[in-house]
């Protein structure tokens, strides 16, 4: 059995589940699931969580049928360790898969040290990615991330397909190619069974030359999410009559950024070049997935199933501000804006990690309501089990939030977040690992003060959502004990750390 470091664990959750079964006795109707999980879409990225130019109506919708978390994590600040951690209801840590490294040539299961910091050379030849600068200039030797989820990990498909769920996978994926598909972690139906970062090639709209039944003429023009809602929506009609687990994870808004050039028109229209979320072409992106959400909920209630349908909804990092990647455009440089919070995909900060999330349960939710407790992407497994009464759940690092969802008071808890790389995205940044508890988020940079002793942060997020006062020199006590619980939580979950790059020779 697990140590408690703060984590809840699978036996609690175990009696909360099964307290209201009866030997032998016919439970009740089993309730449909869907998880949505958007990619690299920004924290207030929807109308629902505060943005007045992109247009989300069918997400706000379905938003307000259910609970909105309003301290919804990703796992991390880059997408293919959350998305790992909804799949397991485990920390990236306890994985090693941290890095979105799945689409990578070398097969590792396991994280490691790196032998030292590589050179752009020395990375070629050992078929690794280069670092950032080389052996001297780093004060750290990052890890080496996993670029495969094991099969040996629980599977949200498998704990379903146990209980008697038809399962499917729809969009991205990016954890491994087979062995390690979607397939392979026990979904019925995997489409478009690929493992790319980004959408099939050669972009968002078809013919997709590596998606195998929209390759040809047909697929010409088409958009690739409402391509995936056709998918999925078939998938859905196929199993109505029996309970199913649908994962819609949609390649919007990921680059390349593309999108029907008479919808960005429309945008240009009403775009305020002066306010920060004005890029026409990521609010078009924005909108094509919105339309097919929206269509893949119409057929659900055209099924009669809205009342029998559990939905999660979250996105697996942070938005992109003026980061990494190519730019959306020409004109503006500015993909999407998280004012407040500082930083975007691939930052430890706010803006890398927070994210939009809510959940409907029918019968359970009252529509339109919020709750403050925190929910990351590891609670997803758990949480469904208990909404869903499901038998022989796994261990889990996540906990369920079901009492929330009911509008119930729940006690939090710590939510940590191990990322040991130096930033592969935009602006960049140090291997470091975070604790965010009681209102106060407590950042460790791996070796990156004087003498290479670890380097500290500290902001009370409860008034200082953006970060902009360190407190840590103010509040020694309070840092020692949360990195006291730091060490716990590392030492529990297994996780592979830097360690001080002897080769150092300063910046």
């Known amino acids: ?25 016919e439970g009740p109707e089993k309730l449909n699931v869907i998880v949505i999980l958007m990619d690299d879409l920004g924290w207030k990225d929807l109308g629902c969580t505060g943005s007045t130019f992109y247009e989300t109506p069918n997400i706000d919708r379905l938003a307000s049928r259910g609970v909105m978390f309003t301290r919804s994590y990703a796992a991390a600040p880059i997408c293919s360790p959350t998305r790992a951690s909804v799949l397991t209801g485990l920390y990236p840590a306890r994985i090693g898969l941290t890095l979105p490294s799945g689409h990578d040539r070398v097969e590792l299961l396991e994280a490691r040290v790196q032998k030292r910091a590589y050179t752009k050379e ?33 599977s949200i498909a498998k704990v379903f397909k ?12 990016h954890l491994g190619p087979e062995p390690y598909s979607a397939l392979d972690h026990g979904f019925d139906v995997d489409v478009p069974h690929g493992n790319t970062a980004g959408p ?22 088409r958009q690739v999410d409402d391509c995936l809602g056709d998918h999925a929506i078939a998938f859905i009609q196929e199993n109505k009559d029996r309970p199913f687990l649908v994962n819609f994870w949609p390649f919007g808004v990921h680059l390349p950024f593309q999108a029907d050039p008479e919808l960005v028109k429309q945008f240009e229209a009403k775009a305020d070049p002066e ?55 020409p004109k503006d440089k500015r993909i999407t ?35 403050d407790i925190t929910f990351s992407s590891i609670d997803v497994l758990p949480t469904l089990a208990e909404l869903c009464s499901l038998k022989d759940l796994p261990a889990v690092d996540g906990r369920s939030v079901a009492p929330a969802v009911a509008g119930k008071p729940m ?9 040991p790389h130096y930033g592969n995205w935009a602006n960049g940044g140090d291997p470091a690992v975070t604790m965010v508890a009681d209102g106060w988020k407590l950042i460790r940079f791996f070796f990156d003060g004087p003498e290479q002793a670890h380097r500290y942060e500290l902001y009370q997020l409860t008034e200082d959502v953006g970060e902009t006062h360190d407190l840590s020199q103010k509040q ?28 150092y020779r300063g910046p």
């Not at 078929?127 to 989820?149: F, H, N, Y």
């Not at 146990?162 to 996978?169: D, E, P, Q």
């Not at 939009?356 to 709750?371: C, D, E, K, L, M």
């Open 275 to 329: 306010a920060g979320q004005r890029n026409p072409l990521y609010a078009a992106m924005i909108k094509h997935t919105d339309d097919a959400i929206g269509r893949l909920w119409k057929a659900v209630e055209e099924a009669g199933l809205a009342d029998k349908t559990v939905v999660v909804f979250l996105s697996d990092n942070g938005g992109v501000t003026a980061g990494g990647g190519k730019p959306p455009g």
């Open 1 to 25: 059995m697990r140590g408690s470091c703060c984590l809840p664990l699978a036996l609690v959750l175990l009696l909360q589940v099964f307290s209201v079964a009866s030997d032998g006795a």
């Open 200 to 221: 099939p090639h050669p972009g968002h709209f078809g013919p997709w030359r590596d998606w195998a039944d929209e390759n040809g003429p047909q697929a010409k023009g």
């Open 122 to 154: 020395e990375a070629k030849q050992a078929e690794e990615k280069p670092v950032r600068g080389g052996p001297d200039c780093q004060q750290a030797i990052q890890v080496a991330s996993a670029t495969r989820l094991s099969t040996k990990y629980p």
């Open 411 to 419: 006690a939090d808890r710590p939510f940590f977040m191990h990322y």
């Open 476 to 503: 020694p006590e309070r840092v020692a004990e949360m990195d006291r619980q730091i060490d716990d939580f590392l030492r529990e979950t297994g996780a592979v750390l830097p360690q001080p790059n002897p080769e």
């Open 162 to 173: 146990a209980n008697g769920y038809r399962t499917g996978h729809f969009g991205k994926w």
């Open 337 to 371: 804006d998280n004012a407040p919070l500082r930083g975007e995909k691939g930052d430890v900060y706010e803006g890398g990690v927070r994210v939009p999330g809510f959940i409907v349960a029918p019968s359970v939710t009252a529509p339109g309501s919020r709750s």
